[in-house]
């Protein structure tokens, strides 16, 4: 991996960062590309990189993990605004950032790129820290040899133990559900059976249990990121909720379905 590319992310502490060309990636929306300021046809490159999430709580919360913090959505706007315009001025082509709200499959492009293997659980799961991590990517029109890329490389993606704990876990499997994380998420009035599956599982937002019952995610790394590191909630409930104020809402990843999503999870759970 060339010298300017590391720096830029160790400056960051992101330590896990690869780059593989766009054809081994799988684009699913290339208009995502184009209102980024991208020519779709000139993609060459895509740098993937992890941005761990992880703190010991030391307490079970209603809250899931990678919402814990503020919004990592937020973090990633942030990132890309500080480094684009390093990368500009390093190698001169265009660039531009994406996370979730991406134009290619994260995890799989992830695998391929070697950040880690492929869970059964549907995540990437890297050596250091578990599948606690957020995936983030760099589009560019760089050729793949700007970044030190090994053109013989092979990218295929590795698998996971593949011991089953995640199935066994997972409710979703469990009681022939859709996923509990979805659920908690869906906006409106939810059907009684969905009412009894989040109350049954006792999650205000998102899930975790193939997660935690991973044995890639036992003794994992905290993060170093400080974003990460604080303003962090574990248990949330109602007059909290009630009190926090609408810029400090708009901060959390439970806002995005707006205060009566998360209010009617937390009235299902009192
Ligand atoms: C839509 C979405 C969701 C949906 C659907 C999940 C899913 N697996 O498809 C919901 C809301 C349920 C969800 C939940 C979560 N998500 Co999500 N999600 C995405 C998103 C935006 C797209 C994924 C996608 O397109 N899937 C649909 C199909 C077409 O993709 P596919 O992989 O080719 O399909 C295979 C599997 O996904 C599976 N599948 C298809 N549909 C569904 C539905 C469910 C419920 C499951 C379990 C599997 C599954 O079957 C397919 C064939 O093998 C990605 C970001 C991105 N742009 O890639 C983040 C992403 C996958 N999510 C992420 C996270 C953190 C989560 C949660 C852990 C959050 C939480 N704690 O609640 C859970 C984990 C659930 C799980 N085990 O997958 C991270 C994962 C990071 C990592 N380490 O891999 C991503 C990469 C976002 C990011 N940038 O970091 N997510
Ligand atoms: S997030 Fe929960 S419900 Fe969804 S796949 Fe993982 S364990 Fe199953
Ligand atoms: S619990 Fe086992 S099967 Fe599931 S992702 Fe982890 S290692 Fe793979």
Not at 60 to 75: C, E, K, M, P, V
Not at 88 to 116: M, Q, R, W, Y
Not at 158 to 163: A, Y
Not at 181 to 197: C, H, N, R, W
């Amino acid at each position: 991996m060339c010298k300017q590319l590391k720096n830029i992310f160790l400056n960051e502490k992101i330590e896990y960062f690869s780059a593989i060309p766009i054809n081994e990636c799988n684009v699913r929306r290339t208009d995502v590309i184009e209102r980024a300021g991208l020519d779709p046809s000139k993609v060459k490159t895509a740098i993937l990189f992890l941005v761990p999430y992880y703190v010991e709580d030391n307490t079970i919360g209603n809250i899931s993990l990678y919402a814990r913090s503020y919004d990592y959505h937020y973090y990633m706007d942030e990132l890309f605004e500080r480094i684009i315009p390093e990368l500009n001025s390093a190698f001169n082509v265009k660039f531009a950032g994406f996370a979730d709200k991406s134009p290619i499959e994260e995890t799989e492009a992830a695998a391929k790129s070697g950040l880690g293997v492929r869970g059964k659980n549907y995540l990437l799961i890297n050596q250091e820290y578990g599948s606690y991590v957020f995936i983030g990517e760099i589009l560019t029109e760089g050729d793949p040899s700007l970044f030190g890329i090994d053109p013989n490389e092979e990218y295929k993606e590795k698998m996971c133990l593949d011991c089953g704990n995640c199935k066994k876990s997972c409710p979703m499997e469990k009681d022939k559900m859709p996923c509990l994380s979805f659920v908690t998420q869906q906006k409106g009035q939810l059907p009684d059976e969905q009412i009894e599956y989040i109350r049954k599982y006792g999650s205000a937002w998102g899930c975790d249990l193939c997660q935690t019952s991973c044995p890639l995610n036992k003794n994992v790394k905290e993060t170093q990121i400080d974003f990460f590191r604080v303003n962090r909630i574990v248990n949330l409930d109602i007059k909290t909720l009630d009190q926090m104020s609408d810029e400090e809402f708009k901060k959390r990843a439970f806002s995005w379905r707006k205060r009566e999503t998360i209010k009617r999870n937390l009235k299902i759970l009192q």
